[in-house]
């Protein structure tokens, strides 16, 4: 059994690139690759292969309190999660870049709540189908923001996002999802986030295109154009969502 895989520490300006993690004997426990505290650096060409659904443990990758990051043409499948971000010792993950990977049969997906992150062009196959959410986004620091543009999410679960985030997909499909396609929730202290859809499609979800999810009457902050929804069992909007 072993801990953490491939790590680094307060580095600047690396690159981590063609590293091959198989773990389909489960036996990790630690997070496959991190970066911790690291600024300017490259991470391309690995594969991460873990166990599946079972699979007990941590990121893929794990972007710790790291900054000014780039994450391209990567692999990671059977993970826990394919990719995390957070805090370390009060510096946030910030400034990163995730772009054309492929993530797949993973049973969580990222949690999101600081920085600024932009994802593009990823392949989003079967991941948080067991854990019931493909990417949540939250704010956990102010000024946070989060973008995806070109990114597919096929057979995963519902993409939510809660508190203040702000979140905007452009040019993004969502195909044959276990549940709904995009979730606005409420939080606890009564933040609504704020949803931009533009372009793209919401087809062949098992439950609504696009839903809301709270335990008291709210109105989220939605902004849709352009976008094709369709063929989803729940029906293209539910309950409180709505277009301004």
Request: charged share 10%.
């Given at each position: 059994?072993?801990?953490?895989?491939?790590?680094?520490?307060?580095?600047?300006?690396?690159?981590m690139?063609?590293?091959?993690?198989?773990?389909?004997?489960?036996?990790?426990?630690?997070?496959?690759?991190?970066?911790?505290?690291?600024?300017?650096?490259i991470?391309?060409?690995?594969?991460?292969?873990?166990?599946?659904?079972?699979?007990?443990?941590?990121?893929?990758?794990?972007?710790f309190?790291?900054?000014r990051?780039?994450?391209?043409?990567?692999?990671?499948?059977?993970?826990?999660?394919?990719i995390?971000?957070?805090?370390?010792?009060?510096?946030?993950?910030?400034?990163?870049?995730?772009?054309?990977?492929?993530?797949?049969?993973?049973?969580?997906?990222?949690?999101?709540?600081?920085?600024?992150?932009?994802?593009?062009?990823?392949?989003?196959?079967?991941?948080?189908?067991?854990?019931?959410?493909?990417?949540?986004t939250?704010?956990t620091?102010?000024?946070?923001?989060?973008?995806?543009?070109?990114?597919?999410?096929?057979?995963?679960?519902?993409?939510?996002?809660?508190?203040?985030?702000?979140?905007?997909?452009?040019?993004?499909?969502?195909?044959?999802?276990?549940s709904?396609?995009?979730?606005?929730?409420?939080?606890?202290?009564?933040?609504?986030?704020?949803?931009?859809?533009?372009?793209?499609?919401?087809?062949?979800?098992?439950?609504?295109?696009?839903?809301?999810?709270?335990?008291?009457?709210?109105s989220?902050?939605?902004?849709?154009?352009?976008?094709?929804?369709?063929?989803?069992?729940?029906?293209?909007?539910s309950?409180?969502?709505?277009?301004?």
């Amino acid at each position: 059994v072993f801990g953490e895989g491939l790590q680094l520490i307060e580095v600047k300006n690396f690159a981590m690139v063609g590293c091959i993690m198989d773990d389909t004997g489960n036996t990790s426990r630690g997070d496959y690759l991190e970066t911790s505290n690291c600024q300017e650096g490259i991470i391309s060409g690995n594969h991460v292969i873990g166990s599946g659904t079972n699979n007990l443990a941590g990121s893929g990758l794990d972007l710790f309190g790291s900054k000014r990051v780039v994450v391209s043409g990567n692999v990671f499948k059977g993970c826990s999660d394919p990719i995390g971000f957070a805090s370390n010792a009060g510096t946030i993950v910030d400034e990163i870049t995730v772009s054309g990977n492929v993530f797949s049969n993973c049973r969580g997906g990222p949690i999101i709540g600081e920085g600024k992150i932009t994802f593009a062009g990823n392949h989003w196959k079967g991941v948080g189908v067991a854990a019931g959410y493909c990417v949540q986004t939250q704010q956990t620091v102010a000024g946070a923001r989060f973008t995806f543009t070109g990114d597919t999410f096929d057979g995963c679960a519902s993409n939510t996002h809660s508190g203040s985030s702000i979140t905007t997909y452009t040019g993004c499909n969502f195909l044959n999802g276990t549940s709904h396609g995009i979730v606005l929730s409420r939080d606890g202290s009564g933040n609504i986030p704020t949803v931009r859809w533009y372009g793209g499609s919401i087809n062949g979800c098992a439950g609504a295109g696009i839903a809301t999810s709270s335990g008291v009457a709210f109105s989220p902050v939605f902004f849709g154009r352009g976008g094709h929804l369709a063929g989803n069992t729940g029906g293209a909007i539910s309950h409180a969502a709505r277009g301004d």
